[in-house]
């Protein structure tokens, strides 16, 4: 899902639970009167800012899991170079006639 299905989702849920306060309210209107509508507001509002961050976690998490795959390839790649380097020195080393002269 991406972030636009996501915050899709979470309108419709406020939508939903906002709905359900308004019926709630006028069944009964004397009972905690303007305060349902915005406490069922705010919960509306609070469970999409949750769906929201969640996706947006998921989102981060991806790009850190592409950062460290493309880190261990560049890794591999540093120390394949440093086995070449380490052979051909000490290849080069073993045909130094200096090395046998003292």
Do not use: C, W
């Not at 406020?14 to 507001?41: C, M, W």
């Not at 509002?45 to 989102?59: I, S």
């Not at 170079?81 to 130094?96: A, G, H, V």
Request: aromatic share 14%; net charge neutral.
């Amino acid at each position: 899902m991406k972030t636009k299905d996501s915050l899709i989702v979470a309108i419709l849920f406020i939508a939903v639970v906002f709905g359900y306060g308004l019926n709630q309210h006028y069944k009964e209107p004397e009972k905690d009167s303007p305060f349902v509508i915005i406490g069922t507001l705010f919960t509306g509002l609070a469970f999409a800012f949750l769906v929201y961050t969640a996706r947006m976690q998921k989102d981060e998490l991806e790009l850190q899991r592409k950062e460290l795959k493309d880190t261990r390839a560049e890794f591999e790649q540093q120390n394949n170079t440093m086995k070449r380097q380490r052979f051909e020195s000490s290849f080069f080393n073993l045909l130094n006639p200096e090395r046998y002269f003292i």
